[in-house]
């Protein structure tokens, strides 16, 4: 197949016998035959910085903590902030053919790019097919152990690199992440069409950076504007949502390591909703 393949069939001349892979399920990729996985939630946002791996962190935190055996497949490869969040300094091991992953402090099973990197300052400038290409080595390479709830942290965007995760690895449902000062319905819509197109349903829609509780009167602040999350939701048949305040004990959780021990219950019944959903 050529490398400026679109996978659209229709509008293509070239007869490379590859029209049988219309079908999304057909790219799927199989997991390393040692690991044990049985249900992955893909996080997706519009553009970085919205806070993603911090809501795969949370979430993954959040199922653990309910006595779930919890996974996070860092896909964000030019951003990788997972290992960062879970204080996580050691290089992940391999064998002969296979990697494994680093365990966190709490048991969570954890593969980024950064584990494997000699020095994880080092930026990665690779072009789209190599980053989608370690994205579904992270699938087929590493030997996942005994996992009730993977959760992948998708690189931003709908680009070419989401796609080919999205192609590759079997996800059960999607969680979007927004916060308010974004183009919240396109960008929802956006992710609702690409899990559409991926047959893949949206389990829920989380805003990040909600509002903020003022420590001194507990006055509750909409600093970017009132959240227009439920409205969004309800025009999508959306059902589960959650609100993650801006809080200096996040940001402080992250720098430091951490995000295991944060209190904040915050996505405790939308984990409860996936839970069921997924059932
Ligand atoms: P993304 O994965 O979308 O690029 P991150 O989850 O890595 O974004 O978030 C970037 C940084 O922003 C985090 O490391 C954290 O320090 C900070 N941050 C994210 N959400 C919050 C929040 N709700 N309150 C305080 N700081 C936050």
């Known amino acids: 197949m050529s490398e400026e393949c679109t996978h659209n069939c229709e509008t293509c001349s070239s007869n490379c016998g590859g029209e049988q892979k219309a079908d999304p399920a057909s790219f799927l990729e199989k997991p390393n035959e040692n690991s044990h996985i049985k249900k992955v ?23 653990q903590r ?12 030019t951003g990788p902030s997972i290992p960062k969040a879970f204080g996580i300094k050691e290089k992940a091991q391999g064998t002969e053919n296979a990697l494994l992953p680093v365990k966190s402090k709490t048991g969570i ?8 990197l000699e020095n994880e300052t080092e930026p990665v400038v690779w072009r789209g097919p190599v980053i989608g290409g370690v994205v579904k080595q ?11 709830y993977m959760f992948v942290d998708m690189p ?17 449902g ?13 960008i929802v819509e956006k992710a609702v069409n690409m899990a559409k197109m991926m047959h893949i349903p949206v389990l829920g829609l989380v805003e990040n950076m909600s509002y903020f509780v003022c420590p001194d009167c507990g006055k509750k ?18 059902t589960t949502t959650a609100k993650i ?22 996505l405790d019944d939308f984990s409860d909703a996936i839970e069921q959903k997924l059932k």
């Open 41 to 63: 939630i893909g996080v997706v946002s519009g553009k970085g910085g919205v806070g993603k791996s911090l809501v795969t962190s949370l979430l993954a935190v959040s199922m």
């Open 66 to 77: 309910k006595g779930f055996k919890t996974a996070i497949l860092d896909a964000d490869i």
């Open 109 to 116: 099973e954890i593969m980024s790019l950064n584990l494997l």
């Open 138 to 148: 992270f699938w087929t390479d590493v030997i996942w152990e005994d996992v009730d």
């Open 156 to 172: 931003p965007g709908t680009g070419d690199v989401p796609l080919t995760v999205f192609q590759s690895i079997p996800v059960d």
């Open 174 to 186: 999607i969680v979007v992440v927004t916060s308010p000062q974004e183009l919240v319905t396109m």
């Open 221 to 238: 602040h909409a600093i970017y504007g009132e959240s227009h999350l439920d409205a969004v939701a309800a025009s999508f048949n959306i």
């Open 245 to 266: 305040p801006i809080d200096s004990k996040i940001t402080a959780a992250c720098d430091q390591g951490m995000i295991e021990l944060t209190n904040g219950t915050w």
